[in-house]
C-alpha cells in the first residue's frame, strides 16, 4: 500500500511539473510580457558625461542643459551626471574612458580626433570658416556627415556637433598684430598636427598639452602665449596671466558629442528616444548661445582685465590668411582633396558675401 502511495504521489508530481514548463515556455509569466517601451523605465538609470571645461562655456552649460532635459523627459528615471573641467577625465584620456564604458558621453574639441582620423584636421585649417553660418552649413553638410563616419571603424557614434567660437590669440610678449610677430613664441596647443604646422609657418612653436594643463603653462612661463576661444580665456582666467590678445579669429574650436556604438545599440528603444530628443534640442540650445556668451565675456575681459586687447583690421587679416595658406597644400594628401575643396567652397561663399 505504501509503495503503490508513494508512486502515486511522484506520478501527480512529475505531471504537475510537466505541465508547468510545458505552460511556462507557452504563456510567458506576467513579468516576462512587460517590457522597458510598454510600460516606462522602471528604475533609476545613471549615466556619466565628462569634460574639461568650466561650467560657464557653451559646452559646459549645454551639458548641464543636456542634462536637465533628459531628467525632465524621463520622469526623473534617467540621470546624467556631469563632470566638467576634467575632473574625471582629461581631454588625453576621455576616449580611452569612453571605449572601455567608463563614461557614456564626452564632448571633446574635434581637434583632438585627428588620432582617430586625419579627416578631422580639415576644421582646424586656419581661417576655414568665416563665421558660424558657414560652420553650421559644413558641419549639418557633407562635411559633418563624412567626420562621423570616420568615427564607425572605432565603434563611436557621433552624437551632435556643439559650437563654441572662434579662436584668439594671447600672449605674454608684445602686440601681436603681424604675422611675424609670434617669431620665435612658444604657444600652448591642442593635440592637432594641423595647428603646430600653423604655427611653424609663423616660426613659431605649438607645445601640444592637455586644456587643465594651460593656466600653469602659462603661469610659469614654460610657454608664450596660446590659443582658444573667449569662453576658455575667460572661464579659465587666462587673461591673468597674458599681457596681450589678439582677436584673430584665425581658426575654429567646436566638439563632437560621442558616445560607443555597442552600448548605444543596448539601450532600450525608449532611451535612445529621450537621450536622442534631449540632444536635438540642446544643440538648439547652443547653437543660440555660444556665439553671445563669447560676445558676453569679451565685454567682461575688456572691462575688468588690464590685458591689451587688439582686433586684426580687414588688411591684417588678409596678411594672417595669406600666410597660412599653405597649410591647405600641405594637408590635402592627408585629409584629402574632397574635404578640402568643400572647405574652399564654403570660404568662397561666406567670406565674399560678408564683404571680407
Ligand atoms: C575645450 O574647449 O574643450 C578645450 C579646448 C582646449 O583644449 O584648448
Known sequence: MKSLLAFLSMLVFGIATALYIGFHDNFPSRDRIYDDEQEGLKELVVFKFSHVVAENTPKGLAAKKFAQLVNEKSAGKIKIEVFPNGSLYSDIEEIKALKEGDVQFIAPSTSKLGMLSPDWFVLDLPYAFADYDAVREGLHGKIGDQLFASLQKDRIKGLAYWTNGFKQITSNKGPVKNPDDLKGQTLRIMQSNVIEDQFKLLHAKGRQDSFNSTFQLLE?????????????????????????????????????????????????????????????????????????????????????????????????????????????????????????????????????????
Not at 305 to 325: C, F, G, N, V, Y
Open 220 to 356: 610659469s612661463k614654460k610657454v608664450d602665449g596660446e590659443e582658444n576661444t573667449i569662453s576658455n580665456i575667460y572661464s579659465k582666467k587666462f587673461y591673468n596671466v597674458q599681457n596681450y590678445m589678439t582677436i584673430s579669429n584665425h581658426g575654429y574650436l567646436g566638439y563632437a558629442v560621442m558616445t560607443d556604438q555597442t552600448w548605444w545599440n543596448s539601450l532600450p528603444k525608449e532611451t535612445k528616444r529621450i537621450l536622442s530628443e534631449a540632444m536635438k534640442e540642446t544643440t538648439e540650445w547652443n547653437e543660440k548661445h555660444a556665439a553671445k556668451m563669447n560676445k558676453d565675456q569679451l565685454q567682461q575681459i575688456r572691462e575688468h582685465s588690464p590685458i591689451l586687447i587688439h582686433e586684426l583690421t580687414d588688411e591684417e587679416r588678409k596678411a594672417w590668411m595669406k600666410r597660412l595658406d599653405p597649410v591647405y597644400d600641405q594637408y590635402k594628401p592627408i585629409i584629402g582633396e574632397h574635404l578640402i575643396q568643400q572647405v574652399r567652397d564654403l570660404q568662397k561663399q561666406h567670406f565674399t558675401s560678408n564683404g571680407q
